[in-house]
């Protein structure tokens, strides 16, 4: 056996030694306190009888307590209730045996002053131990990283926010020596922390006094330490730092530093997400656990934006297995390599498969048999779908149907269905073929035990295509920055952010259900486009132009979350509400899916877009209303009582 492979075992042996050591000599200096340093002959006698059995029942309560699993160099507060536990067991024990045994065994009984003595010295010690081998390791550790950048320029700093996450950054950056920082102070705007100390770090005063501050400290860079702060207070502080010229920069949100995701150390330039001002997603993990732990699961569209982090989010409820539908071959084997580096204990099957191949989809589901399917393959860009009705019908519309079917066929337990918010009174072809998307899910709903869902959301920010990128790219090539309509506005939320809330609102889903995502309030694209500007360190209209270039097809200036008359009602999830939609009936939504599958085929527009109108009341994809009869198209007739519309 090599050095490498018996060093574990060493420490572990010394660390017995160092404690069985220190219990001793705590019981033997209880012993002298009692008596003043001056033990009779007699009592001496006991206390060397005494002290295996003392020892003993010390040793085995912290191993009971589980000390010996923890890493010295790790030992922090929430390991000390192990030795508070260790300490209160076996100083019960002692103190029963004490009042438990016989006169005629007075020379096992140890005194209770030398047991309460001895246990706070003990276990003190044993600690105490632990917090010296810690300290110990951080100096060695900050005395080697700072090799690294002892030649590097120190960057005077002032870290913005005290609260939890301003603790947890001053806390790492104190213990470590290899970044780059020299941390002048906090700035918070709670008056009663003024002049407060945290690691060593104190407390100068508020944001109002940031350009003092500056000044006097020769402060280079401000760093955000808020765990929760408004796209308002970002712009501000931006504002403010750019008047005194020195930079901004944040640490990533709290919710990513407590799920294990990045380091709180991990500062990085204000983006564009910051400045969404969203509260962080708290799920019912146990409930999404039971929906998903231990199962397979199917997630299509999965190289996708909204598809990869559906894979990322159920990899962590550790699924039996899960299966990556996707037809894009290049996006598949990127989430498939990620999957495999970060969840290498998730068995993962990557799948090359077009959701409109029946044959294909009907050999996959009857190999792997999944029990959840998220379906998340869709032609989402509007402007696209217009010049191309044919194939929004047959993916959006024509693959969800046959998918759902096939799911019923296989007995698959749920259904969970993206949908969006453009589906709500649409006027693109996109939004109309996910409209009619969840009416196919409703009608499937009625028809087995699958329970089927639709979520609708708006905008994910970041994800592929969406306007984010586009003006990213348009101000990495110096501009102009394109926005269609100066009073354009969009509900926002980020990739993570909706993906959870999709597991969640699948967890809940009885069947039928069409869920509507909270998206907090409709932001304007034109203050998004300044923001973008703003953050890159240019002005807009000054160093970047913005330019307007008009709607374009099947767009509108505003999207909505909800049906004219539709009910809203409420979850037990704040940012999830289900909406309560009357299914079609039945035969009029299989009459609508075999013409539109006739209007696919064809690939006629003008067609599509009437069809659309006529099935959809609320629609309104820019052409004249036709008939609703579809049986009747062929003939130039109209019948006059068209399908009855869904009663909200």
Known sequence: MSMKALQPTL??????????????????????????????????????????????????????????????????????????????????????????????????????????????????????????????????????????????????????????????????????????????????????????????????????????????????????????????????????CRKIAVSVRIIPGLYDVLQGKVQVTRIRNVQIEDLLGRQPVYLDEPQIGQFLAGKRVMVTGAGGSIGSELVRQVARFQPKKLLLVERAEFALFEIDGELRRTQPEVEVASLVADVCDEARMRSLLGEHAPQVIFHAAAHKHVPLMEANPGEAIKNNVLGTRLLGELAVEHGVEAFVMISTDKAVRPTSIMGATKRVAELAIQDLARQGATRFVAVRFGNVIGSAGSVVPIFREQIRRGGPVTVTHPEMRRYFMTIPESAQLVLQAGAMGEGGEIFILDMGEPIRVLDLAEEMITLTGLRPYVDMDIVFTGLRPGEKLFEELELSGEQIGKTKHPKIYVGKLQAYPPEDVAQALRFLADLGREGDGTAVRKFLNSLLPEANLGVRRATRDPARKAEGSARETPLPPPVA
């Open 11 to 240: 420490t572990r042996g010394f660390q017995f030694v160092l404690d069985l050591t220190t219990l001793v000599l705590a019981f033997v200096f209880a012993y002298l306190l009692r008596f003043e340093f001056a033990v009779p002959d007699l009592e001496m006698g006991h206390l060397l009888q005494q002290l295996p059995y003392v020892v003993l029942v010390q040793f085995g309560a912290l191993l009971l307590a589980g000390v010996y699993s923890f890493i010295w160099r790790y030992i922090g507060m929430g390991e000390v209730k192990a030795f508070l536990y260790a300490a209160l067991w076996s100083g019960l024990v002692l103190a029963v045996l004490r009042l438990s045994l016989p006169a005629s065994l007075g020379s096992w009984r140890v005194p209770l002053s030398v047991i309460l003595m001895g246990t706070v010295f003990a276990f003190g010690g044993v600690l105490g131990l632990r917090v010296l081998r810690r300290h110990f390791y951080e100096v060695a550790q900050r005395r080697e990283r700072a090799v690294a950048v002892s030649q590097a320029e120190l960057i005077p700093t002032l870290l913005i926010g005290a609260g939890r996450a301003g603790v947890l950054a001053a806390r790492e950056i104190t213990g470590r020596g290899d970044m780059n920082l020299d941390v002048k102070g906090f700035v918070d705007d709670d008056p009663e922390k003024r002049g407060a100390v945290i690691h060593g770090i104190k407390v100068l005063g508020t944001t109002e006094e940031l350009p003092r501050l500056v000044g006097e400290l020769g402060i280079k860079q401000v760093v955000i330490t808020i765990a929760q702060i408004s796209r308002q207070e970002i712009l501000h502080l931006i504002g403010l």
